[in-house]
């Protein structure tokens, strides 16, 4: 185990009421006998941000998925501030790896969409629209895209596209943001980009946010607490509280805090998912030149 380096911040205070609560939960996918998801019992505190991590197949998209109501679950309860997910709501947004966004609307019209959609109905009045129009102005420049307003999605960047289907998501300032793999189609330097503007974004808006990763750096960079799933069937297998203060910066990734965590997920993560007996007898395999160690 190692020592943590940085004390960690009381950010996410215990004491504060779960906003997602999550109680026995199981998901049967139909003819499937393995479940998907097997008790999970998972709490999820206001403007927490809390990251999913596991091995392939431990069931981290279908437990995003439910938490947003895309997914029915088969036993337990989910609620979301006390009331039982029946389906999605405004209170959730998700953001994808893929961002879809309208190729022909521009980034401002793209991020606009969904409230004009509302601004125009027949309730609709000028405050509204008015309302809508400021908070799009306020998203571009929170991410970075003012100058990029009047482009068109295929003339962005991966990463820039990233940051205007965020925008897009953020606009009717969900309470959640439900977000799967958002940077898994991005390069390295692009991602690292992404995390600070992510944790600055989570700051800003106050918002609580669900993040779904396969890359454990990444999940211990952006979380106040790292929950890791294990496959077959799919289960919470451990929770641990990040030990870094709520505020990240790039060099703490070589904190020996950080580097010991994921060191302790990473080997869990071997351990759970049989990667490890893999890597044994890869090893095994290497270390005699005939292949006798097998
Ligand atoms: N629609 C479906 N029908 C049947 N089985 C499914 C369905 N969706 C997912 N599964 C299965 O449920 C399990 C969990 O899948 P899920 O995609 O949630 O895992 P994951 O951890 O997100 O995987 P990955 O990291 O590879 O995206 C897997 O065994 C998967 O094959």
């Known amino acids: 185990m190692s020592i943590p380096f940085f004390k960690a911040d009381a950010a996410a205070s215990d004491k504060a009421a779960p906003l997602i609560e999550c109680a026995g939960l199981w998901k049967f996918y139909p003819g499937v006998e393995t479940p998907a998801l097997q008790d999970v019992n998972l709490q999820v505190r206001e403007n927490e941000f809390v990251t999913l991590v596991g091995a392939s197949g431990c069931g981290k998209s279908t437990l995003l998925r439910t938490l947003a109501g895309l997914e029915t679950h088969s036993r337990g309860t989910l609620s979301v501030d006390g009331t039982p997910v029946t389906g999605p709501g405004p209170d959730r947004a998700m953001v994808f790896q893929h961002y879809s966004l309208y190729p022909w609307l521009t980034v401002l019209e793209n991020i606009r969409f969904t409230r004009q959609l509302k601004a125009h109905t027949k309730d609709r009045t000028s405050a509204d629209v008015e309302a809508a129009s400021g908070r799009a102005d306020a998203l571009l420049q929170l991410m970075g895209l003012t100058s ?14 990233q940051r205007v289907a965020i ?14 793999e958002p940077f898994g ?5 692009t991602r690292e980009v992404m995390h600070d503007l992510i944790a600055h974004v989570h700051r800003q808006e106050k918002s609580t ?21 294990a496959p077959r069937p799919g289960r919470i297998d ?23 965590l994921k060191r302790t997920i990473l ?18 395999l290497s270390a005699s030149p005939d292949g006798a160690g097998l």
Do not use: C, W
Request: aromatic letters at 4%.
């Open 209 to 229: 946010v669900v993040f779904v990763t396969h890359d454990v750096g990444e999940a211990i960079y952006l979380g106040h607490r790292v929950v890791l799933m």
């Open 238 to 260: 451990s929770i641990h509280e990040v030990p870094l203060p709520a505020r990240r910066s790039q060099d703490m990734k070589l904190s020996p805090a950080f580097l010991g």
């Open 148 to 161: 990029v307003a009047k482009a068109y999605p295929n003339q962005l960047s991966g990463g820039m596209q």
């Open 267 to 284: 080997d869990r993560i071997r351990d759970t998912s049989g990667m490890r007996t893999d890597l044994e007898l890869l090893q095994k």
């Open 185 to 189: 189609a991005l390069d390295a330097q």
């Open 167 to 180: 925008a897009r998501a953020l606009m009717s300032r969900p309470p959640i943001v439900l977000m799967d």
